[in-house]
């Protein structure tokens, strides 16, 4: 089984920063890419930031300049460093990784159980 697991999240005043974690465990052979996703109340989940095992990464517009993403392949763990927050950044943020289990299974797509991120204005 493979488990994803955030933390860091909390309350903060807006201008400050927090920091993300998302660690995989279990049975994992290889990892592609590891991104976060959020979801405020009454919108969509939306991608936020994602990171390739080469260190590739790709930034939604809102986050551009504020957010960085990262990752330590040989802990299967990604990281999101959130600067300038915004009330707007407030939302539910979802670790997701596109794995292999095993040498001979396909990848599959895993998403964490959520962090919840508050911006106070």
């Known amino acids: 089984q493979v488990q994803l697991v955030e933390s860091g999240g909390g309350l903060v005043q807006a201008g400050g920063s927090l920091r993300l974690s998302c660690a995989a465990s279990g049975s994992i052979f290889s990892i592609n890419t590891m991104g976060w996703y959020r979801q405020a109340p009454g919108k969509q989940r939306e991608l936020v930031a994602t990171?390739?095992?080469?260190?590739?990464?790709n930034y939604a517009d809102s986050v551009k300049g504020r957010f960085t993403i990262s990752r330590d392949n040989a802990k299967n763990t990604a990281y999101l460093q959130m600067n300038s927050l915004k009330p707007e950044d407030t939302a539910i943020y979802y670790c997701n990784a596109l794995l292999k289990a095993s040498a001979l299974t396909g990848w599959g797509d895993y998403w964490g159980q959520g962090t919840q991120v508050t911006v106070s204005s």
């Open positions: 990171i390739t095992s080469a260190g590739s990464t």
